[in-house]
C-alpha cells in the first residue's frame, strides 16, 4: 500500500505541476481513480499536510454591466456544484464578477473546465440557431440541463464515489457567510431547442468525470 501511495502522491505532484493541461488533467483523473479504488484520500499521502484545507473564493469570470447571461449562470452553477462548489454574483462599479467557492482543488477544477464548456455551448448553439433560425436561448438551457444529467448518471454509476464527491463542510460554511443565493429563470422558447441542446450538453458531460 506504501507504494500506491507514492505512485498516487507523484500523480497529484504531476498534474499541479505540468503546463499541459491535458496531461495534468490525466494525471489528477488516474490519481482521484486510484484514491477511490484503494479509499485513500489527500491526508493518507507522503508528505501531504494533514492541517484542514479551507475553502476560498475565487474568480469565475467577469464582465462589464449589472447583469450575467442567465444560461451562463445556470450552467457555471451546474459545473460548480458537480464539483463541490458553488457559485456567487457580486457588481460593483458597473461591473459584476462571478466567483466560484470550494477547497483549492475542486476551485481549480472549475476554473479549468468552466470556460471550455461555456465555449462549446456557444459554438453548438450558434451552429444550431444558424440551422433552424430560430433562437438559441432554450438550446442553451437545455445544454446546461443534459451537463448536469451527464454528471448525475455519472454518480448513479459509481456508488464508490461517493466519499470523493462529498463536500467539504466549510464550502457550505463559506457559502453562507457569503450569502450565496444563485437562482435561474426559465425562458420560453421551443420544446425542439431545448432537446437539442440537452442532447448536446449531455453528450459533452460525458466527456468530463465529476472526480477530477
Known amino acids: 500500500m506504501s507504494d500506491m501511495r507514492k505512485k498516487i502522491a507523484g500523480l497529484l505532484r504531476l498534474s499541479g505541476n505540468n503546463p499541459n493541461v491535458h496531461e495534468a488533467q490525466a494525471a489528477l483523473e488516474k490519481a482521484r481513480a486510484l484514491m477511490m479504488e484503494h479509499h485513500l484520500t489527500e491526508r493518507d499521502l507522503p508528505g501531504a499536510n494533514t492541517a484542514r484545507t479551507e475553502a476560498v473564493k475565487d474568480l469565475l469570470d467577469s464582465r462589464v454591466?449589472?447583469?450575467?447571461?442567465?444560461?451562463?449562470?445556470?450552467l457555471a452553477l451546474t459545473l460548480a456544484q458537480a464539483f463541490r462548489c458553488e457559485v456567487v454574483l457580486h457588481i460593483s462599479d458597473h461591473r459584476i464578477g462571478l466567483f466560484v467557492l470550494g477547497v483549492p482543488e475542486d476551485v481549480e477544477a472549475v476554473k479549468q473546465i468552466y470556460p471550455w464548456v461555456r465555449g462549446a455551448a456557444i459554438n453548438l448553439g450558434v451552429a444550431w440557431a444558424t440551422r433552424t433560425h430560430e433562437s438559441a436561448d432554450s438550446y442553451y438551457y437545455g445544454f446546461a440541463e443534459g451537463i448536469a444529467d451527464a454528471f448525475k448518471a455519472q454518480e448513479d454509476a459509481h456508488q464508490e464515489w461517493g466519499l470523493v464527491l462529498r463536500r467539504d463542510p466549510s464550502v457550505d460554511a463559506l457559502a453562507k457567510q457569503e450569502g450565496v443565493h444563485y437562482a435561474t429563470t426559465r425562458v420560453r422558447g421551443s420544446q425542439a431547442s431545448r432537446d437539442s441542446g440537452y442532447q448536446d450538453g449531455y453528450a459533452v458531460g460525458q466527456r468530463?468525470?465529476?472526480?477530477?
Open 208 to 212: 468530463h468525470t465529476v472526480t477530477s
Open 65 to 74: 454591466g449589472t447583469s450575467y447571461p442567465n444560461w451562463m449562470g445556470s
